[in-house]
């Protein structure tokens, strides 16, 4: 299977192991059968995949890291219990010994405060770059204490698009990994793995879910990265875990899993030890989402872009952010990388305050004040309020986030409804 939309319905699934079902089922058991000594034993090392513990692989969650996998052109996955727990373990993986991680002022809220003001607490700093597209800025801020750049293929909320390419042709001649939050676009119209990129992560309970009704999050592992070449002492360094004390045989990650060393890595000690484990049933939820993915993206960039435009025209409107237009300054970049379309999201600003802000909020009918994207209902959301109220002013507006921002998140309802919604809200935001 090599096309996307089979592998949307098919990859990772066999029938014939889950009782002929068509459908993948829905595995809500805490534990499984070792079946003999030899195969627990096996399971427990890390030297044969298989299922003895929820917590550590589940089938139905199984299928969903198989086929996001597949999806996006890496060599596994690990899937958990929320988007962000997704970019804390593939962050802290890298850094876990302490180092630095490069990253853009644009990113999403709760990223940019992970990164500031949390995980310094553990060792992990961070050093921001204003223009993560200017190579020059970017390289200046690598040091030896650097472990990854980690960027957003799609910024939140400005839309700006990475030159992943480049980024991680940079990012590899120092020696380090590139880490691509690839939420906003989803795997149907963007795949970083393609241009570069060494990690994938993902909120699966925007577009990959596409109903708004189960949170979820995936890191996807390339398998290209050389985890072995003296940065990153954790997966060179033996470990209990995956070794037999009793016998006097101890390995590392790298020895053991080689290429999979990282994706085992963070199965084996972050979601093992941390605990943020994909449930079952939302698993499934998000496997039927998928299943409609081509669908729904195609239909929901043809009714964002609608928006844009119209937006680009409506009075009290004074800036939209949508890159996939096309007097866009990355015009050029976006039609190079995203030929199906930037995303789903975009975001303008208003006149004003932020009264008319919230008058505007207040006043939409089909729109639904809501801070999640990707859902098949469209959404609209004030950044600097919600989204990104814990990030520092400086890097607000480093990012464009200011108090008259609105963000949109562009579902399946009719392009002309979402138009005249946004047209009565405005004036009723300037009734007075």
């Known amino acids: 299977m090599t096309g996307f939309n089979t592998q949307r319905i098919h990859a990772g699934y066999d029938p014939l192991e889950n009782g002929k079902a068509a459908n993948v089922p829905i595995y809500e058991s805490a534990a499984f059968d070792m079946v003999s000594e030899e195969h627990g034993d096996d399971l427990a090392s890390g030297r044969q995949h298989g299922f003895s513990y929820s917590r550590v692989a589940n089938p139905t969650v199984d299928v ?41 002022t644009n990113l999403y809220g709760a990223s940019v405060d992970a990164l500031e003001s949390f995980f310094p607490h553990f060792g992990v700093h961070s050093r921001f770059v204003h223009n993560i597209n200017d190579l020059a800025e970017v390289e200046v801020a690598i040091d030896e204490d650097t472990k990854a750049i980690f960027v957003e293929s799609v910024a939140n909320p400005s839309t700006e698009v990475t030159d992943i390419a480049a980024l991680a042709d940079l990012a590899h ?20 793995i393609e241009f570069g990129a060494d990690i994938v992560v993902h909120s699966t309970t925007k577009g990959i879910s596409g109903h708004g009704n189960a949170l979820g999050g995936v890191v996807i592992d390339a398998g290209t990265f050389d985890w072995s070449n003296g940065k990153f002492p954790q997966f060179t360094e033996k470990e209990l875990v ?36 994909q449930n079952p049933f939302n698993a499934y939820l998000q496997l039927l989402g998928l299943e409609t993915i081509a669908e729904r993206e195609e239909k929901e960039v043809a009714n964002a872009l609608t928006v844009a435009q119209h937006l680009e025209h409506a009075p009290h409107v004074t800036k939209v952010y949508y890159s996939g237009l096309s007097d866009s300054a990355q015009h050029d970049l976006v039609s190079r990388l995203f030929p199906k379309g930037v995303g ?18 207040n006043s939409v ?13 469209s959404m609209i959301v004030n950044p600097a309020r919600i989204t990104h ?4 002013a400086k890097y607000r507006e480093a990012g464009g986030v200011t108090d008259n921002l609105i963000r949109l998140s562009i579902g399946l309802e009719d392009a002309e409804d979402l138009t005249a919604d946004l047209d009565q809200a405005i004036a009723a935001a300037f009734a007075d």
């Open 64 to 104: 969903l890291e198989k086929r996001l996998a597949q999806l996006e052109g890496g060599i596994g996955a690990v899937a958990v219990s929320s988007g962000m727990a997704a970019v804390s373990f593939a962050l802290l993986a890298v850094a876990e010994l302490g180092g630095t991680i490069i990253a853009p």
């Open 173 to 192: 001649r120092h020696g380090i990994p590139l880490i691509v939050d690839n939420t906003f676009p989803t795997p149907y119209l963007f795949r970083p």
């Open 242 to 277: 995956i070794s037999d004390e009793r016998a006097g045989v101890w390995k590392s990650f790298v020895e053991e899993f080689g290429k999979e060393a990282f994706i085992r890595r963070v199965r084996v000690k972050y979601l093992r030890t941390f605990g943020a484990v």
């Open 344 to 361: 789903t999201v975009l975001s303008f600003e208003l006149e004003g305050g932020e009264s008319n802000v919230a008058a505007l909020l």
């Open 365 to 377: 009918k089909v729109f639904t004040y809501i801070p999640n994207v990707g859902d098949v209902r």
């Open 389 to 392: 109220r814990e990030v520092p």
